[in-house]
């Protein structure tokens, strides 16, 4: 069971919402990933199309756990304001906290971030903060409030897998007892499974699902993996060593002849 | 008076933010506002009173990853 802010969620992957080829498919995919909890973003209404109002009605349709994000914003004080936007809109207290430095890494800016964190959990705002892997960004993102960390892979929608495996491994072993989500850079099932067998806690997925050529057979694929490198993390794997091992007994073998020679 | 409404000039004479949502046919809608960069809760947007050059969003839910 995945707990997060002190909720039980039976899925351990979370499914963003945007580029699918259609609002059926989003649905359909959304439907079998599992997920429990979606990600959505705020955007400027028009008067005219009101984009925003049907996409809503489509959501509410879905019944899962909104969690809203910052995307887009490029310093704490627009992340701030669009976190109130957002708290009021979704009815939730919940928010995806990204500070973005960068516009072609889309990285988080660690400082923003972490100004932002602040700001927003002495608000009441409970924080899943769009990280790095770095351990001391991860410190202070603690210590502002924030029980949960999503640090990312790889650039968002690079699908290039774990960048820096030996990073993440070091951020896991050294918050234990924080759930970490892997938000963003994962392309294929293999790599979801990769970091669920070190014992990440959940994954977080969007353009990997949504960009593929039939999203909801690749939202189904991705459930899949991420039970798979679950169901391996707690049942422990096995060490890696250098030289073969026999799994066939070789005691009995017929022919069997000591070699006299080594 | 000329305000910038989601980041284009816009002319308006509506006194206030509930007002000017009101006209642009949002008074039901599921939005949330802001003003010069700040967050207005709903309930407040009666009394925020718009100002030459104020800078307002008007937001909605939308896809996100």
């Known amino acids: 069971m995945l707990t997060l802010y002190g909720k039980d969620f ?12 259609s609002p059926e498919s989003l649905k359909q995919a959304v439907k079998a990933s599992g997920a ?8 400027r209404e028009s008067a005219r199309a009101r984009t925003g109002q049907g996409f809503w009605a489509l959501i ?20 701030i304001a669009t976190a109130h936007m957002a708290r009021e809109l979704f009815n939730t207290n919940w928010i995806k906290l990204e500070v973005i430095a960068n516009d072609d890494t889309l990285q ?32 202070r993102l603690v210590a502002a409030g924030c029980t949960v960390l999503m640090p990312w892979a790889a650039p968002i929608g ?28 994962l392309g294929a099932p293999s790599h979801a499974a990769e970091v669920m067998e070190m014992g990440y806690d959940a994954v977080l997925l969007n353009t990997a699902v949504a960009k593929a050529g039939d999203p ?26 250098d030289m073969a ?14 070699d006299h020679a080594s | ?8 000039a816009f002319a308006t004479d509506a006194k206030t933010l509930e007002e000017l949502c009101a006209r642009l046919g949002f008074a039901e809608a599921k939005i949330a506002t802001a003003v010069n960069g700040s967050f207005v809760a709903a309930a407040s947007r009666g009394t925020t009173r718009l100002a030459e050059a104020d800078e307002i969003e008007i937001v909605a839910p939308r896809q996100g990853g």
């Open chain 2, 1 to 8: 008076m000329q305000i910038i409404l989601n980041g284009e």
């Open chain 1, 158 to 185: 690079s699908a290039r897998g774990l960048i820096n495996r030996e990073a993440l491994k070091t951020l896991r072993a050294y918050f234990p007892d924080i759930p970490l989500i892997v938000d963003a850079g």
């Open chain 1, 245 to 258: 091992s026999p799994s066939t007994p070789v005691a009995g073998t017929p022919f069997f002849k000591i």
């Open chain 1, 108 to 139: 988080p800016d660690l400082f923003g971030l972490v100004e932002a964190a602040g700001a927003l959990s002495a608000e009441g705002f409970e924080i899943l903060p769009y990280t790095t892997e770095d351990l001391s960004a991860a410190e």
């Open chain 1, 36 to 43: 429990e909890i979606i990600t959505v973003s705020l955007r």
């Open chain 1, 60 to 79: 509410e349709e879905l019944g899962c756990k909104v969690l809203p994000n910052t995307a887009g914003c490029h310093t704490a004080k627009e992340a």
């Open chain 1, 216 to 241: 909801v057979k690749m939202a189904a694929a991705f459930a899949r993996a991420i039970e798979a490198g679950r169901l391996a993390f707690e049942a422990g794997l096995i060490e890696p060593r």
């Open chain 1, 10 to 21: 039976a899925s351990r992957l979370l499914l963003g919402t945007a580029q699918y080829p």
